[in-house]
């Protein structure tokens, strides 16, 4: 039977996101959510918001994009409100990158390729150095040559992911210095959770588009909310793109939530410092157990185990109930990517994947709430 595709959606190798399981309760450790709850004034601003449904929302996101502009020391029209960020780094490339190569690392957020590939986009990955270090000077115009030498667009996720590794604003900076014809866009996704924001040179650089999502420290990925930081005609090119395609990506209980979600700064701190602190308890005790683990400043770990197979962990930890995350391509097929859990969450992967490692329950590190002893 025909299937009246066209040829663009026939040829499209679209994302696959992280399992959501339906079938029992799993520890769920797989796409990087926040184990805990959003601020609780979210769940009253949607209630108060739900009388007005009846009206469109506002189509400039006004009122959230002056929170945003305000808690990041910029002006409202150096925000841009997307769908979650998804749609802010889909937007980016029609607006900035089309026509054009765009450049982003040989491992990284696997979403970018699918979106270079729906419009159509010309795009070339730089490997990462060992240990999915990224050099800075692999991005200098003096080190590339043809197509790539003047990109139209650099695509770096800051914390990575996969890997959780970050690079310093300074080395980033050298970056946006050196391609002054390019944009720079930072995914900011995962930054709270160590990392420093580059919100800090939005004035400095006409070409840094940062982008960022309540998804992850904010506890909030099932409103779709993302949104992006940088100079006004940057923003005015992704507002161009959104206003041709949907006038009303952020509805009205997004709207009020988000914007009660980032006034609750007390909350923030407070659960984003807990996850912090989980990584590392569980980052150190992994590698007691002789896990490989790459230094994170995001809400996972990007971990290997010199004897055991990562599909074979995979496997074992999913029959005992625990959700995490393999990807079968090549340079990380050896790896599992871990979303840090409630501490009680990962005390149980602990003991799970400690036995999977082959250590019995007396030969393991000392459980999670304690201090490790060893
Ligand atoms: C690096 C990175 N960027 C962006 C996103 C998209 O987040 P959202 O669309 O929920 O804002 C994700 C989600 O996992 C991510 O890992």
Do not use: C, W
């Not at 026939?10 to 799993?26: I, M, N, R, S, V």
């Not at 918001?49 to 189509?59: G, H, S, V």
């Not at 988000?258 to 410092?273: G, L, M, N, P, V």
């Not at 990562?310 to 995350?325: C, E, H, P, Q, S």
């Amino acid at each position: 039977m025909r299937n009246y595709l066209s040829e663009l959606a026939l040829g499209l190798e679209p994302y696959t996101p992280g399992e959501q399981p339906k079938d029992k309760k799993y520890i769920k450790l797989n796409t990087n959510e926040n184990p805990y709850p959003p601020s609780k004034l979210v769940g009253k601003a949607i209630e108060f918001e739900t009388e007005d449904l009846r009206l469109y929302p506002d189509p400039e996101a006004t009122a959230l994009r002056e929170s945003l502009a305000k808690y990041y020391g910029l002006k409202a029209d150096q925000v841009f409100i997307g769908n979650g960020s998804d749609e802010v780094l889909a937007f980016a490339f029609p607006a900035f990158f089309s026509g054009g190569t765009v450049l982003f690392p040989d491992i990284t957020y696997s979403f970018y390729p699918v979106f270079a590939g729906l419009f159509a986009t010309a795009y070339q990955e730089v490997p990462l150095k060992k240990n999915f270090v990224l050099e800075a000077s692999d991005y200098f115009p003096e080190n590339r040559s043809g197509e790539t030498k003047y990109p139209s667009g650099i695509l770096i996720a800051n914390p990575n992911a996969p890997t959780g590794r970050y690079m310093s604003l300074g080395e980033l900076e050298k970056i946006i210095l050196a391609n002054p014809e390019t944009v720079v866009l930072v995914d900011e996704a995962y930054v709270d959770f160590g990392g420093e924001s580059a919100a800090s040179l939005i004035n400095t650089y006409d070409n840094l588009l940062v982008v960022m999502t309540l998804s992850k420290s904010r506890s909030l990925a099932g409103l779709r909310v993302g949104f992006a930081l940088g100079k006004s005609h940057l923003i005015e090119g992704l507002t161009r793109i959104k206003n041709s395609f949907n006038s009303y990506t952020i509805d009205r209980l997004a709207m009020a939530g988000a914007i009660f979600a980032i006034e609750d700064e007390a909350y923030f701190q407070e659960t984003r410092h807990k996850i912090i602190k989980t990584r590392e308890t569980v980052a150190a005790k992994l590698e007691a157990m002789g896990f490989h683990v790459i230094p994170s400043k995001a809400n996972f770990l990007f971990v290997s185990h010199h004897k055991k197979a990562a599909l074979d962990l995979f496997n074992g930890l999913r029959d005992r109930g625990i959700l995490v995350r393999y990807f079968n391509k090549p340079l990380i097929d050896e790896f599992l990517r871990i979303t840090i859990g409630t501490e009680s969450e990962m005390e149980t992967f602990i003991g799970v994947i400690g036995e999977l490692a082959g250590f019995t329950n007396d030969e393991q590190p000392d459980r999670i709430n304690g201090e490790l002893t060893d």
